[in-house]
């Protein structure tokens, strides 16, 4: 098999797809990690750090989410912050290993002048040699060229489930509203990266579904986040049945054999995950992981147990680099 042999399509639809998930176990990850090698070395791993830069008190409904202000979450609202700080949390993502710093913000979108600070923080951290991600809600076209002008190099906006689905979880922000902003961020050149939740009580054809809307963009996303819920107390979400460890893994192989040559992150949720479960995603074609001890707001694995376990599987962390152009 060639790369020429695996076609980069964007015509998807979600029959075929659950064709895949239907696909004996064995079979479907077999498949998947023949296509894995033959755009990534499967030693490698992408490792990125979250920070959240402004935390909490967020006007979205996100039903997920415990930075929303509608729900009793009990976390403190944080006002944006200073640049001097973000730096020194890079500086040491940097000392950990990481490539690639992420910078959430709780907002809707951005106002100009949040974005003023953004543009600090992120030539700050390019400075320090470190790749640069930013997840700051919607954006409009110019201020996507902004943040490209600033050195930014990817932009974070997850579609998160399938338009069905979405309509369950989020009232203050539709579907088009996503697809508008990646277009917005596309254009500006930046690289996207644009994945979603899973295990938030979607069915197999949701999941079908938001990997066939990822798959169909014009361009595939350069990277995407595999997120599986992190159950919140306090969200309208906490509670909902969690997927089945397998269906997970399934998941995984089908973003890798549906976007070859895109970067899949193990995201969210691998705190619940054992050692076993995270080898089985890797073998499937996870090629990345946020690295550190907090995501945003909630519990990450501990930095030595990720590297001991990166060691336990003959795994091997990339430096910083501009991203190959995906499919
Ligand atoms: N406010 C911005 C936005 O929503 O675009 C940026 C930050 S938001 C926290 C980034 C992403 O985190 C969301 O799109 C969602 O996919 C993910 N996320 C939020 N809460 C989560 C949870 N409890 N479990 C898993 N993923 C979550
Ligand atoms: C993504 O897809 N997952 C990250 C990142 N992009 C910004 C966020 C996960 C957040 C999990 C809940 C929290 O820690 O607040
Ligand atoms: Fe706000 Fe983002 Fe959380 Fe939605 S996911 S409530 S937009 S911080």
Same mark, same amino acid.
Request: proline share 5%.
């Given at each position: 098999?060639?790369?020429?042999?695996?076609?980069?399509?964007?015509?998807?639809?979600?029959?075929?797809?659950?064709?895949?998930? *239907?696909?004996?176990? =064995?079979?479907?990850?077999?498949? +998947?990690?023949?296509?894995?090698?033959?755009?990534? =070395?499967?030693?490698?791993?992408?490792?990125?750090?979250?920070? $959240?830069?402004?935390?909490?008190?967020?006007? *979205?409904?996100?039903?997920?989410?415990?930075? $929303?202000?509608?729900?009793?979450?009990?976390?403190?609202?944080?006002?944006?912050?200073?640049?001097?700080?973000?730096? /020194?949390? &890079?500086?040491? +993502?940097?000392?950990?290993?990481?490539?690639?710093?992420?910078?959430?913000?709780?907002?809707? $979108?951005?106002?100009?002048?949040?974005?003023?600070?953004?543009?600090?923080?992120?030539?700050?951290?390019?400075?320090?040699g470190m790749e640069t991600c930013v997840t700051l809600g919607m954006l409009k076209r110019q201020q996507a060229e902004r943040l490209k002008d600033a050195g930014l190099d990817y932009y974070n906006h997850n579609l998160? !489930?399938?338009?069905?689905?979405?309509?369950?979880?989020?009232?203050?922000?539709?579907?088009?509203?996503?697809?508008? !902003?990646?277009?917005?961020?596309? $254009?500006?050149?930046? =690289?996207?990266?644009?994945?979603?939740?899973?295990?938030?009580?979607?069915?197999?054809?949701?999941?079908?579904?938001?990997?066939?809307?990822?798959?169909?963009?014009?361009?595939?996303?350069?990277?995407?986040?595999?997120?599986?819920?992190?159950?919140?107390?306090? %969200?309208?979400?906490?509670?909902?049945? +969690?997927?089945?460890?397998? *269906?997970?893994?399934? %998941?995984?192989?089908?973003?890798?054999?549906?976007?070859?040559?895109?970067?899949?992150?193990?995201?969210?949720?691998?705190?619940?995950?054992?050692? /076993?479960?995270?080898?089985?995603?890797?073998?499937?074609?996870? =090629?990345?992981?946020?690295?550190?001890?907090?995501?945003? %707001?909630?519990?990450?694995?501990?930095?030595?147990?990720?590297?001991?376990?990166?060691?336990?599987?003959?795994?091997?962390?990339?430096?910083? &680099?501009?991203?190959?152009? +995906?499919?």
């Amino acid at each position: 098999m060639s790369t020429q042999e695996v076609e980069v399509r964007h015509d998807w639809s979600q029959p075929e797809v659950l064709e895949l998930f *239907e696909l004996p176990f =064995n079979e479907l990850l077999f498949r +998947a990690h023949q296509i894995h090698r033959l755009y990534f =070395n499967p030693r490698e791993i992408q490792i990125s750090t979250l920070l $959240s830069i402004k935390t909490g008190a967020c006007p *979205e409904d996100c039903k997920y989410c415990p930075q $929303s202000v509608r729900y009793d979450t009990g976390l403190e609202r944080e006002s944006i912050m200073d640049v001097d700080a973000v730096l /020194e949390a &890079a500086g040491a +993502a940097k000392a950990g290993g990481a490539s690639r710093f992420c910078m959430g913000a709780a907002w809707r $979108s951005p106002k100009d002048r949040d974005l003023d600070k953004v543009i600090e923080m992120i030539k700050g951290v390019r400075a320090l040699g470190m790749e640069t991600c930013v997840t700051l809600g919607m954006l409009k076209r110019q201020q996507a060229e902004r943040l490209k002008d600033a050195g930014l190099d990817y932009y974070n906006h997850n579609l998160d !489930t399938s338009p069905e689905y979405y309509k369950e979880v989020i009232k203050t922000r539709s579907y088009e509203d996503r697809l508008d !902003t990646l277009e917005n961020v596309r $254009s500006a050149g930046l =690289n996207v990266c644009c994945g979603g939740i899973v295990g938030m009580g979607e069915t197999r054809e949701d999941r079908a579904e938001l990997i066939v809307q990822l798959a169909n963009l014009p361009t595939h996303p350069q990277s995407v986040p595999v997120n599986n819920l992190v159950q919140v107390p306090g %969200t309208p979400l906490d509670g909902v049945e +969690a997927i089945d460890p397998l *269906e997970f893994v399934r %998941t995984i192989a089908i973003a890798r054999i549906m976007m070859p040559a895109s970067v899949v992150r193990l995201s969210a949720g691998r705190t619940e995950m054992n050692d /076993e479960m995270q080898a089985l995603c890797f073998f499937a074609g996870a =090629n990345s992981i946020f690295y550190g001890d907090k995501l945003l %707001t909630t519990d990450n694995p501990e930095a030595e147990r990720d590297m001991a376990l990166l060691k336990r599987l003959g795994m091997e962390t990339t430096a910083p &680099a501009h991203a190959a152009s +995906a499919g």
